[in-house]
């Protein structure tokens, strides 16, 4: 009878102790950004471009262009970059003081950064005064989803009056990358970005190696 009451109470502590783990996690990732983050953020700006661009500027093309951003996020002189480099295979002339643009772009950042959500089921790590050692985390269930979010459009004006010629629609994208982890040692990846780091494989290959074979 003794040996029943103390497996009960042990399968009791038990339960008590996992369903204490479980829990439903959201925070906005660190400033400062993991490889996978910067790659969810470069992807969703590359996205955001239009494959057939048009006439979505009310620019002639051959024009010289003067570039400024504005947001509220630091990673906006990043995407400037990159939208210079766009402007200037649509045919614009990017220049980098504007002395002899004939139109100004602004560029307004309304979201531009990666987001982290996930859920964990099972038992956080443990440290404690009371035993030399510290438990590790024990995952029955753990998902962690990253998206990186970009949304932004561009405002035209004409120089060197300063007149305002017309905005165009926003440019919007996202990249995800989701993790889970299952009975402790299985896990798992679903991305849609074209390459990622690789951790803890046997069969590691190297970064462009891997490029190689998807190349071939």
Not at 52 to 72: C, D, H, Q, S, Y
């Amino acid at each position: 009878m003794r040996t029943i009451d103390f497996l009960q109470t042990l399968a009791l502590a038990t339960a008590i102790i996992l369903l204490a783990g479980c829990s439903t996690m959201q925070r906005n990732t660190q400033s400062s950004r993991t490889a996978v983050e910067q790659l969810l953020l470069s992807e969703a700006v590359k996205r955001s471009f239009p494959n057939e661009p048009g006439e979505f500027l009310p620019i002639p093309r051959g024009a010289g262009v003067a570039i400024t951003t504005v947001g509220m996020t630091p990673d906006q002189a990043f995407l400037q970059q990159v939208l210079t480099g766009w402007l200037g295979q649509q045919g614009y002339l990017v220049q980098k003081d504007g002395k002899d643009a004939t139109h100004r772009v602004d560029v307004v950042v309304e979201a531009l950064g990666t987001e982290l959500s996930g859920t964990f089921m099972g038992m956080p790590p443990v440290q404690s005064q009371f035993i030399p050692f510290s438990l590790p985390e024990l995952a029955l269930y753990k998902s962690q989803y990253q998206t990186g979010y970009a949304k932004f459009h561009l405002n035209v004006f004409g120089l060197p009056a300063g007149n305002f010629l017309g905005s165009t629609s926003a440019f919007l994208a996202d990249a995800y990358y989701n993790d889970y982890t299952l009975l402790f040692v299985l896990s798992h990846t679903f991305t849609d970005l074209p390459s990622v780091p690789e951790m803890g494989s046997f069969n590691r290959k190297p970064a462009g190696a891997r490029g190689e074979n998807k190349s071939e």
